[in-house]
C-alpha cells in the first residue's frame, strides 16, 4: 500500500522494450540502481514500469543494448498535475483541503470529563486550560504528563488522572480521592472542658470525675469533668471522660443596615446576540447591545456535531438584560423587616443547637445607619472533649505501687 | 515431541552459506530469489537467473519478473522446473 502510494506521488511509466538484447537491458537497469518492475514478456517486446524520472536517464542505455524504448501510459500524481494544470483552482483547492486536514486534525477539538463527582465540571476544566489544554489547544506542544501532575498538584480531590487523547477527541479520565470516614473516638483518654462562659444547670457525667454540680459557673475553657481517676490504691487512670452538661448562657449579635442603598433591578429590555466559536476564535453573528450601562449576560452554548463527532464549531446564544440601579431611603418599619429576617436566619443557622429562652432586641439610629442588637439568653449543652497528652514516664511516676509497710 | 520441534525451529543451529544463493518458493507459483547477478535470458516459458556460483533456469508457463534490485528478484508464473548449472 505504501509503496503504491509512493510510485503514485513520485509518478510512473508503462513503457516496453524492443531489441536484440532486452536481456541486457534489464541488467544494466539494475547495475544503474534504476527500479523497473512489473516485467512481462508479450511477443518479442519485454513490458515493464519505472519512475518517471529514471525513463529521461534510459535512452542511452537502451542504445547501448540495441533496443527501442516506447511509452505505454503515464501514472501518478505528476500525470494528474499535468492534465489538470490549465484547472489551477481545482489544484489549489485540493491543495488547500489538504493543508487544511493536516493543521485542523493537530488541534483538540473536543474535551470530555469522565469520573467526576465531588469536584465540579468547570473546575477541572479550568484547571486543564490554566495549564494549557483547551478546546483549540495545539497538540504538538503539549506534554500530557506534565499537565496530569500539575493539574493534580492543585486539586486535592483528584486521586488520579490520565489524558487519553485520539485524532482530535481528548477524554480526561479522573478517579477521586476516597476520604476516610471520621471516626468517633470513644477510647483514648480525654477531659471534658466548658466551650463559653455559662451557668450550669444539669450534670449527668457518664465516665469521668466531675469538678462541677449544678448552679456552679463556668468560664470559657474551664475543666468540669476530668479523664484523670484517682483509684483507691493512689494510683491513677486515664479514662475518656464523657458527659452530658447543659448550662445557661448568653449570646450576642449586632447587625447594620445604611439608611439609603441602592439596588440593582432588571429592566424589561432584553436582547439576544449569537456568534460562532470556531476553535478558539469567535465571530460574531448579530451585533446588537442595551442602551444601559449596567446589564446582565445569560450565555447558552451550543456545539456543533456531525455523525456524534463533535467539531470545534458551536454556537453561542447571549441574552443580554438591561439593568437599572435605583437608591433607595430605608425607613424605619422596613429596617425593622429586613432586621427580624435577618435575627430569624442568625437563630436558624448559628443557633441551631441552643434553644432560646429569651432574646432582646433593640434597634438604634445614628445619621447614616440603622444598628440592631439582639441580646439570647438560651441553654445549651456546653461541653467538649479535650485530649489528655501523657507521656509514659509521667504515668509510670504518678502510678507508684503500694509497698509492704502500706 | 515439543523439544523437538523448538530444536527444529532453532536458528543458531542452522549454517549459512552466504556465496549460495536464497531461494525461497511459495508453492509453484512465485520464488524470491537473493543473491542474483543479472537476468540471462527472459521468455514467458523460461527464465534464466545468474548468480556468484551458478546458473538458475525457471522454466514454466506466463513466468514474469515480478520485482527486480540489484541483489534480488521475484518470479512469478506457473514454474514447472527448476535447473541449476554449475
Sequence with gaps: MLLKLIRFLRGYVEFYILGKFPERFINLMLKNNIRIWNTKRKGEAIYSCMYM????????????????????????????????????????????????????????????????????????????????????????????????????????????????????YAS?????????????????????????????????????????????????????VSGVINDQLGGISLVHANAEIIAKTTHDCNFTLPKSYTQVNYKDQTKHRKRVNILNLEFPLTISGVDSPYY??????????????????????????????????????????????????????????????????SIKQSADKYECEVKYSTTEDISYTQKIIADDFTIERKIEKPTERE | MAKEKNKKLKISDMSFDYSLPELQFSGNKEVVIEGSRGVLEYSQDKIRINTNSMVITFCGRNLNLRCISSSALIIDGFILNVEFTL
Aim: with cysteine; aromatic share 8%; glycine share 6%.
Design chain 1, 296 to 361: 446582565a449576560v445569560n450565555q447558552k452554548e451550543d456545539c456543533i456535531s456531525l455523525f456524534d463527532t463533535p467539531l470545534p464549531v458551536s454556537i453561542v446564544d447571549e441574552s443580554v438584560n438591561a439593568l437599572d440601579k435605583i437608591s433607595f431611603e430605608l425607613d424605619e418599619k422596613t429596617a425593622q423587616k429586613i432586621f427580624t429576617t435577618k435575627v430569624y436566619l442568625y437563630e436558624l443557622f448559628a443557633l441551631n443547637t441552643c434553644k432560646v429562652s429569651d432574646r432582646d432586641f
Design chain 1, 172 to 224: 480526561v479520565e479522573i478517579k477521586e480521592k476516597a476520604n476516610p470516614p471520621k471516626l468517633n473516638d470513644t477510647t483514648s483518654p480525654c477531659n471534658v472542658k466548658a466551650k463559653c462562659d455559662g451557668e450550669i444547670v444539669s450534670i449527668n457525667t457518664l465516665k469521668g470525675e466531675a469538678y462541677i454540680t449544678a448552679g456552679s459557673g463556668v468560664v470559657k475553657d474551664q475543666l468540669l
Design chain 1, 53 to 168: 524520472s529514471d525513463y529521461i536517464k534510459i535512452k542511452k542505455h537502451a542504445k547501448k543494448c540495441k533496443c527501442k524504448t516506447r511509452i505505454v501510459q503515464r501514472y501518478g500524481m505528476p500525470k494528474f498535475i499535468r492534465r489538470h494544470s490549465a484547472r489551477l483552482g481545482v489544484i489549489i483547492g485540493i491543495a488547500i483541503f489538504t493543508l487544511a486536514i493536516y493543521i485542523m486534525s493537530s488541534f483538540i477539538w473536543s474535551i470530555d470529563i469522565v469520573g467526576i463527582d465531588r469536584v465540579s465540571y468547570s473546575r477541572v476544566s479550568s484547571l486543564l486550560a490554566d495549564n494549557g489544554f483547551y478546546v483549540g489547544a495545539f497538540k504538538p506542544k503539549m506534554n500530557y504528563s506534565e499537565i496530569t501532575r500539575k493539574v493534580m498538584l492543585s486539586e486535592s480531590e483528584i486521586g488520579w488522572m490520565a489524558i487519553n487523547v485520539s485524532g482530535t
